[in-house]
């Protein structure tokens, strides 16, 4: 843990193919942060890392003494630690339905992930589905400029990530109530800090 210690900037270890690590940077965009990104596709991890996150696992970020090895909980920090722009609302009530939207989009959305690592079948049955409940959730996006709210929020930092995936993932939203995800999409996507959040890998996606 000494050599991040030493860092003179926080220290984010991230993979560039992971929505989870993409969210985090794309928090680091937002907020205009210097941070040093070590892209641990292209070289080998530090002798420290292991110590960082005893699991091999990113996003990792190291900031100071703390270190933080959960996408959630990296983005909360920073949004925390460096407010502005603010990435949550400030009033309880609309902070809770936020908290709320991100839980949702977690559990259901990033909670089948790990399915398209696995069989075809199983592969198969996990496109279905992601495609089916974001097509089902139209009416949420057309609803308000952002998420579920009129303002950019981690929320739409974790959908954002997750929906720049979806060729990966082998998924076209078509048919009914996919115009206004597209628009969404758009609207995100657009944003310069979107853009500098991506790495060659991602933007190959959609290249």
Request: hydrophobic share 40%; aromatic share 8%; with cysteine.
């Amino acid at each position: 843990m000494a050599t991040v210690n030493r860092r003179s900037v926080m220290t984010l270890f991230t993979s560039p193919d992971s929505p989870d690590c993409h969210r985090t940077r794309i928090v680091l965009a937002e907020k205009e942060l210097t941070a040093e990104i070590i892209d641990l596709s292209e070289q080998e991890p530090p002798e420290d890392f292991h110590d960082l996150s005893p699991e091999g696992t990113v996003p990792v970020l190291a900031d100071r003494d703390l270190v933080l090895t959960n996408a959630r909980v990296i983005m909360e920090y920073l949004d925390e630690r460096f407010p502005h722009p603010p990435l949550m609302p400030v009033d309880p009530v609309s902070r809770a339905k936020v908290r709320t939207a991100l839980y949702r989009i977690e559990k259901d959305w990033y909670g089948l992930l790990p399915e398209f690592e696995r069989g075809e079948k199983t592969v198969a049955r996990a496109r279905k589905q992601l495609k089916e409940e974001l097509l089902s959730a139209a009416p949420i996006f057309s609803a308000m400029p952002f998420f579920m709210s009129e303002e950019f929020s981690l929320a739409d930092v974790t959908l954002a990530a997750l929906l720049w995936y979806l060729p990966k993932y082998g998924i076209e939203l078509t048919g009914p109530g996919a115009k206004p995800i597209q628009d969404y999409m758009d609207r995100v996507f657009s944003r310069p800090t979107f853009q500098a959040s991506l790495t060659e890998v991602e933007r190959e996606m959609r290249g």
